[in-house]
Each structure stands twice: as structure tokens, then as C-alpha cells.
């Protein structure tokens, strides 16, 4: 880059500015990061934990429903007659100008709106249960999906750090060394110039 740019006073105050800005901009990038990951890390252990709930959840659920299938018949009817959740809701929260989203939904505790008469205790278990399953499953939802966008912008941020930190700031280190290198041998040349001209003029009034 360096042997591109013309070694005048003017390149070296711009190059110096852009070194400046360039270092603010790693130091912004590098904070950014960090703030990134601990919002991640505290997000990753509510993943695991969520997923291992889900799948017991789940497990309970399908042992209580096989169950009632088992004292009831088949519970298709009943399972017609259980209201579809519907009132769910996306917004989104920012994290360093990263956009993670928030479920929003109204909990509510489980309500039987089957007729007793065809139903068991089984049945109600298993209802309560895939309940739970649902709010946990819209709870992992936000999370493993903020998990996702934080980790793509933890990346992003890296790989930007990186370029600054290792190509654009040495680059820019070097440039300002050429510049001034250039700079310096043109004032020893001049000096020099100046000297000749002097000595020069100086025999000249002597002789």
C-alpha cells in the first residue's frame, strides 16, 4: 500500500487520522464482541437446560397420552376439542445493534374445555403436560434463535476485528513509516541543497 501513496505532508496527516479512527474502530469492534459473548454464554446454558426439560417433557407427555389412549380408546375427539393457541407474538430487543427476538404470549394455565364424561385422569395429565411442552418450546424458540444471531454477529464482529487488527492498522502503520522516511530524506536532501547554494555563494563573495 505503502509505495502507492505519494509522500507529501498532506497523505501523512490523512494517514495518521486513518490509523486513529482505525485503532477506535478495532477497540469499538473488540467491545462490541466481548458484550456479544457474555450475552451468548448466559443464553447457552438456558439452551441445554430448556432442551434437556423439553425432552422429559416430551417423554412424559407421550407416556401419559399412550395412557389415555390405553383407558380411554383413541382420544381424537377430545384432542379436537383443545383450543389452538393463537395469540403469539414476535418483538425484537437489541444487543449492540444486534436484533434478538422476544416471544410474546400470555400464560395461562391449562384450561379442559373437553367433557369430563369422556375424559380420565390420564387425560388431563397428558394435557397439562403438552402444555408445558408448548410454553417451553415457544421459550427455547427465543432463545436458541438469539443464540443463533448473536453467535453469526460474534463472527461477523471477529472477522471485522481481525481485518483492522492485522491488515488495515499495519498497513497504515507502514504507509505512515514510508511516508515519513520519504519525508525526511527530501528535508536532508534539501538541507544538503541549501548548503551547497550557501558554500557556493560564500566562495563566490570571496573570491
Known amino acids: 500500500m505503502s509505495n502507492q501513496v505519494f509522500a507529501t505532508k498532506g497523505n501523512l496527516i490523512n494517514s495518521k487520522k486513518s490509523l486513529e479512527l482505525a485503532k477506535m474502530g478495532y477497540d469499538l469492534m473488540d467491545r462490541k464482541r466481548n458484550v456479544l459473548i457474555r450475552e451468548m454464554m448466559s443464553l447457552v446454558d438456558k439452551v441445554k437446560i430448556l432442551r434437556d426439560d423439553i425432552t422429559q417433557s416430551y417423554s412424559q407427555a407421550y407416556y401419559l397420552l399412550q395412557q389415555a389412549n390405553v383407558s380411554n380408546g383413541l382420544i381424537t375427539s377430545i384432542a379436537n376439542q383443545v383450543h389452538i393457541e393463537k395469540d403469539v407474538q414476535i418483538s425484537y430487543r437489541s444487543v449492540m445493534g444486534i436484533e434478538v427476538p422476544t416471544v410474546i404470549y400470555e400464560h395461562k394455565e391449562p384450561k379442559m374445555e373437553y367433557g369430563f364424561e369422556i375424559s380420565s ?34 463472527r461477523k464482529t471477529q472477522k471485522r476485528a481481525n481485518a483492522l487488527k492485522n491488515i488495515f492498522i499495519p498497513n497504515l502503520e507502514d504507509q505512515i513509516k514510508f511516508i515519513t522516511e520519504a519525508l525526511e530524506e527530501k528535508e536532508r536532501e534539501e538541507f544538503s541543497r541549501l548548503k551547497v547554494i550557501k558554500s557556493n555563494k560564500q566562495k563566490n563573495l570571496e573570491d
Do not use: G, H, W
Open 121 to 154: 385422569s390420564r387425560v388431563d395429565e397428558a394435557f397439562v403436560q403438552f402444555n408445558r411442552v408448548k410454553d417451553l418450546t415457544m421459550i427455547l424458540a427465543e432463545v436458541d434463535n438469539s443464540v443463533y444471531r448473536l453467535a453469526n454477529a460474534i
